[in-house]
């Protein structure tokens, strides 16, 4: 990234903010790759009050430091009065995160057992900071030094070290005191938690105390074995602990010589039930006997990470603490296996509700791996074998018709029917309570985008270019390319309706969103009327629930679903839910898009309570005003809150809105074998996002074929993949670019009617035109299947085939103008150094909205896909400028805030979770490919 004042400016912040910081360097000076030059980096000051003691936006609203794949972390205390403690204490149960201890536990006090007398610290100079690898404090006055660093020494357990400097010419002997208390709000939390107690009981343990967990499954955010426990145990070998409730007073002794120092250790452990209690006793014997060789190993282990992942010598000061962030929020959400996940994983975000525990997802995880590969490869690649440690075989229990597939999540304990089938019994050595606790946010209904073989490949290039570990990476590609291949295939056999070879985003059968014999259904708003019934049929429709107000349906049937799509307004339904929608938006990672017929309706803004004047609603009704714009709708609204209603509802002008909302409906199709079973559903919508990553996927995929050994399955398949690949770039840019607008999009396999512009035999019916495809496919020609569906407008979809190489650069060049069109992307130029750039929908999309999800907000994945975009096609300049201005406008990238999920295309407000792995990926990359360059 080119130097600027205002990047001088924020490193010089850094640096300022950080107490104790021995960087003295410029920030135009690459620094060194040693922990103590990157000082509070990320804030991890915090006082929790609650165990639930969230920001805003529901995120724990504290970064607590965790390491090494443990499942517990720390807090700077936030008060003077405060240090000297193990500040607030944070778990991460099976699913979610907690406080436990606000910033004053395990508090030290110092008494002269000569006088009985506390040693008076209220005037001691006080330093508390952060490094990468540790907390710090430093407490100081005429006669005491105490220096207390806390690391990680196992994947359970943390250890402090407490150096207590004698500065008199006299011996001193000391009591050590510790206190504390965890906290208890059981009763706000909800779900009857407050009758169930959290707490089990907490008892004295090894000088130290021991908390033990009831059982406990709440949607509230906890979820634990009975049994699972958080320790502390102390090196001090004379320490006594007294219980009162849920608090506690260690006591112990210690010597120490005129004008010398000692030095003891206090091990704190959090294991989820009895088994790892048991393995993890002689582990923290070791870390009590050995606590100096462990802080030096955690030290050295995180100067290793600093070694290799700053690799850019060219970046600033600024632009490596950017890095380093990045690279610690990586670890920080780093889970060592627990439960049925055998592998370490990197979950989204340890401080956010749903994406903690170890829950792991495909997307993520790829975007993780390709970071984490340049400073810490092992962990990378155990996050990817945990996605392919559940990916479907042939005689799975549940989806036999899925071979191949990769679940959309998983998590420490498998869900209901995979416990009921024993299936995993036989496989794994799953601990029992996990094996009969079943998962509350695992998910099966959906798959995420195949860029499984990019982040592998990135990983066995890493290894052997960065790490001179030539063998490691034969023995990963060989291990990881028959499962690529196995996932590969899934996509062709499963999701590729018309059998064109290129595959749609669409639903897994599944019960969230088909019946048990295998029937699409949706759920609709509606009164129970004689047309509807007439036109489904009453063995199609079943009642489901009813509030008093509303009455939903369950209709059955792709044919069903269709006829109501056709007969919506007509049918006076006022609003409908289609799982298999839901399924397969989240499958292309991009929830809520436009293109997947997302866009806010008068109904939804009915639902709005806090949409109260007509201009509001009139803002809000974005289908209403897309019907005005197009189809010259009368959009002119009356009414009040929750009960608007458009002024002139006559016929003619309602069907001005019907033509429009046919525009935003989504078909689908079922998808079936050759033996004619259900294997999913497909949305009748060729994506060029999922187009261009199978491009490269088929890329990927013939690099590794040359590249494994001989033997290994799928090797000889290699030109199949090369062939595959020729053939989806020639139909990305003959089929999916529209040159009227310069961009591409997603291909319509129907018309808003329903109708297809294929026939059986693949070719176009009467009175359609569409082109044919050069390259073909197996042999065959192809035509288009379809037409762009400009309609819902321009998103980073649109560049998704630049990111992945299968532009061609005349298309390319057209696009990179509407990237940076101010009017469209480029938000940083709009709003006058305040926006960022690269939104998930352009701000003249129709269903555009600045703190929209997936319709406006800012993510860093796709900001980083639109950078490389812009660095392959020959606009180095723009791309540098553009990730320039996400640092100067991202709020919280140029101080001591922690990463975010995504951020406010115009103002670079953030939004979403903290401390977000995907986010943080993509900075990293940002880092090595733009900064300084």
């Known amino acids: 990234m080119k130097k600027t004042i205002l990047a001088i400016l924020v490193g010089t912040t850094i640096a300022l903010s950080g107490c104790n910081s021995s960087n003295s360097e410029s920030t135009e000076t690459p620094p060194s790759t040693d922990v103590s030059h990157f000082v509070d980096v990320l804030n991890r000051v915090g006082n929790p009050e609650l165990m639930k003691d969230r920001d805003a936006q529901s995120n724990l609203q504290y970064n607590a430091f965790t390491d090494f794949g443990a499942w517990h972390g720390h807090l700077l205390p936030s008060t003077d009065n405060a240090v000297g403690s193990a500040g607030g204490i944070m778990i991460v149960d099976q699913e979610y995160s907690s406080y436990i201890t606000n910033e004053n536990f395990d508090k030290l006090t110092l008494i002269d057992i000569n006088t009985a007398q506390e040693i008076n610290l209220t005037s001691a100079e006080v330093n508390s900071y952060s ?31 407490t150096t207590i400097t004698n500065k008199t010419n006299q011996p001193q002997n000391l009591k050590l005191v510790w206190t504390g208390e965890f906290l208890r709000d059981f009763d706000t939390l909800g779900d009857d938690l407050a009758a ?58 210690i010597a120490i010589n005129a004008n010398a120092n000692a030095s003891f250790y206090n091990a704190y452990s959090y294991v989820h039930n009895p088994t790892e209690a048991a393995d993890e006793t002689p582990v923290v014997t070791n870390l009590l006997n050995q606590g100096a060789t462990a802080m030096n190993d955690a030290k050295a282990r995180w100067n290793e990470y600093l070694k290799h992942g700053l690799a850019n010598r060219s970046a600033s000061k600024v632009e490596s603490n950017v890095a380093v962030k990045a690279m610690m929020t990586l670890n920080g959400n780093w889970r060592s296996p627990a439960g049925v996940v055998q592998h370490s994983t990197v979950t989204p975000s340890v401080t956010a509700v749903w994406f903690s525990g170890n829950n792991t997802w495909p997307w993520d995880t790829w975007k993780h791996a390709y970071a984490m590969a340049h400073f810490n490869p092992d962990v990378a690649m155990d996050n990817i074998r945990t996605v392919f440690q559940f990916q479907v075989q042939g005689d799975d229990p549940v989806r036999p018709q899925d071979k191949g597939y990769l679940l959309d999540v998983i998590n420490y304990s498998l869900p209901q029917d995979r416990i009921d089938s024993g299936y995993y019994d036989a496989i794994y050595d799953i601990p029992s309570a996990a094996q009969n606790d079943a998962s509350m946010n695992w998910n099966e209904r959906n798959t995420k985008p195949s860029l499984a073989a990019w982040a592998v490949m990135e990983v066995y290039h890493s290894l052997v270019n960065e790490f001179d570990r030539a063998d490691d990476a034969q023995a990963w590609i060989d291990e990881m390319y028959p499962k690529l291949v196995a ?21 897994a059968v599944d019960p969230s969103h088909n019946t048990d014999d295998g029937h699409m259904y949706i759920r609709v708003w509606t009164e129970l009327t004689d047309e509807l019934t007439a036109l489904v049929g009453a063995e199609n429709l079943e009642q489901i629930d009813s509030d008093g107000a509303s009455i939903r349906y369950k209709v059955i049937g792709v044919d069903s679903y269709n006829k109501v799509l056709d007969n919506y307004e007509e049918l006076a339904i006022t609003g409908y839910s289609n ?93 079936h074998n050759s033996n004619s079973a259900l294997v999913g559903f497909s949305m009748l919508q060729e994506s060029v996002d999922q187009a261009s990553y199978m491009y490269s996927d088929n890329k990927y995929l013939s690099e590794m074929a040359n590249l494994v050994t001989e033997g290994v399955e799928g090797k000889a398949r290699g030109q199949e993949f090369v062939e595959h690949a020729n053939f989806i770039k020639d139909y990305i840019n003959t089929c999916m670019f529209d040159a009227s607008t310069s961009f591409y999009y997603d291909i319509r396999l129907v018309d808003k009617d329903g109708n297809r512009y294929l026939d059986s035999t693949g070719n176009p019916i009467d009175g359609v035109s569409l082109e044919r495809v050069d390259t073909p496919y197996q042999g065959k020609n192809v035509y288009c299947a379809g037409v762009v569906l400009k309609e819902r407008g321009q998103a980073p979809d649109g560049w998704s085939p630049l990111f992945n190489g299968a532009a061609s650069q005349e298309n390319a060049n057209k696009v990179m103008d509407v990237m940076l069109d101010a009017d469209k992307f480029d938000n940083s130029t709009a709003f006058q150094g305040q ?35 812009l660095e392959k096609y020959g606009r180095h300049d723009d791309a540098v ?25 115009e103002t670079g407000e953030v939004q979403g979770a903290a401390n977000f792995s995907w986010s943080a990926a993509h900075t990293y990359m940002m880092y090595r490919n733009f900064y300084g360059k």
């Open 131 to 161: 490094t990468p690898d540790a907390l710090h404090q430093v407490i100081e006055n005429s006669d005491y030094k105490i220096t207390m660093t806390t690391r990680f020494g196992s994947d359970r357990t943390s250890l402090i070290e």
């Open 196 to 253: 169930t107690t959290v707490y089990k009981n907490l008892s004295s343990q090894n000088g130290g105390v021991a908390l033990t967990f009831n059982k406990a499954a709440s949607w509230s955010g906890l979820k634990s074995e009975e049994d699972a426990q958080f320790s502390i145990a102390r090196s001090v070998d004379n320490a006594v602990t007294t219980i009162t409730d849920f608090t506690y007073r260690s006591e112990g002794q």
């Open 487 to 507: 996932y590969h295939d899934w996509w062709l056999s499963n999701r590729d309706h018309n059998a064109n070879g290129v595959p749609e985003y669409g639903a």
């Open 579 to 671: 799982g298999s929608q839901t399924a397969t938006s989240w499958e292309s990672g991009m929830d809520d898009a436009a293109r997947f017929g997302f866009i806010y309706d008068l109904a939804r803004t009915n639902s709005r309570p806090e949409v109260t004047t007509v201009d509001e609603a009139t803002v809000y009704d974005q289908l209403g005003r897309y019907a005005a714009d197009k189809y010259e709708f009368n959009n002119a609204i009356q009414g009040s809150a929750k009960n608007w209603i458009y002024s002139d509802p006559s016929e003619s002008n309602m069907a001005k809105l019907r033509d429009a909302r046919r525009d935003w409906q989504v078909r689908f199709g079922e998808n």
């Open 835 to 869: 926006g960022v750039s690269f939104g998930t929908a352009s701000r003249d999309n129709p269903a555009y909205g600045k703190d929209i999800y997936w319709r406006g907000r800012v993510w860093l994945d796709q900001f980083y896909f639109g950078l490389q975009a």
């Open 881 to 905: 400028r553009i990730a320039e201005d996400l640092f100067k406008n991202g709020e919280g990238f140029g101080s001591d805030g922690a990463i975010r999920e995504n951020y406010n295309p």
